[in-house]
């Protein structure tokens, strides 16, 4: 899946989960490109921090929710580079959930992140709903690009994997 060449100012790296452990070539079948920033490079300007994996151990998680929170957190308009942190930080902990994939070594971080809180799960899921939302420079800019669907599909995967749909009920509990 290919960014499309206004969804970024960089296209040198694509962000991407592994949806089959065994092979990075299936990272296709399961892959965020709209975050143009490797897993690795979860940047926060605003604190003065290089990326993820120059960071201290114990600075990591607080990187990961800040990505998360400044997204979620978007009240009037979620920019570009904004919501692809927020697509890296989100696969993050989706990669740690116990019914999500881990990201291909290719894609992810090459230092070890530690254990994250379960508190980020319901975080990373704002986050993502911030950044499809009709107030985000991203999805505005993959709603124009010819593979815009697939992208949505991606995003909608990561945040199933973090907050399941309730299937439909198809009997009734009891009569009325």
């Not at 990075?24 to 690795?40: G, P, R, T």
């Not at 993820?52 to 998680?61: I, K, N, S, T, V």
């Not at 927020?86 to 881990?102: F, I, N, T």
Request: with cysteine.
């Amino acid at each position: 899946m290919t960014v499309p060449a206004d969804a970024s100012r960089t296209n040198a790296h694509a962000t991407h989960v592994n949806h089959s452990s065994s092979s990075c070539e299936a990272i296709e079948d399961f892959c965020l490109a709209s975050a143009a920033v490797s897993l690795a490079h979860v940047h926060l300007p605003d604190q003065g921090r290089g990326d993820l994996d120059e960071a201290a151990l114990e600075e990591r998680e607080a990187m990961i929710r800040s990505a998360l929170k400044r997204a979620a957190a978007s009240a009037d308009f979620l920019d570009t580079s904004d919501g692809e942190r927020a697509v890296a930080a989100a696969a993050l902990v989706v990669a740690q959930h116990p019914d999500g994939e881990r990201t291909c070594s290719n894609y992810g971080p090459s230092e070890p992140l530690p254990e994250l809180p379960a508190d980020l799960r319901t975080l990373a899921v704002d986050a993502l709903d911030q950044v499809v939302s009709e107030r985000s420079e991203l999805a505005e800019l993959w709603d124009d690009a010819a593979n815009g669907s697939k992208w949505r599909h991606d995003i909608t995967r990561l945040r199933d994997v973090l907050d399941p749909p309730v299937p439909p009920q198809e009997d009734a509990l009891f009569d009325i």
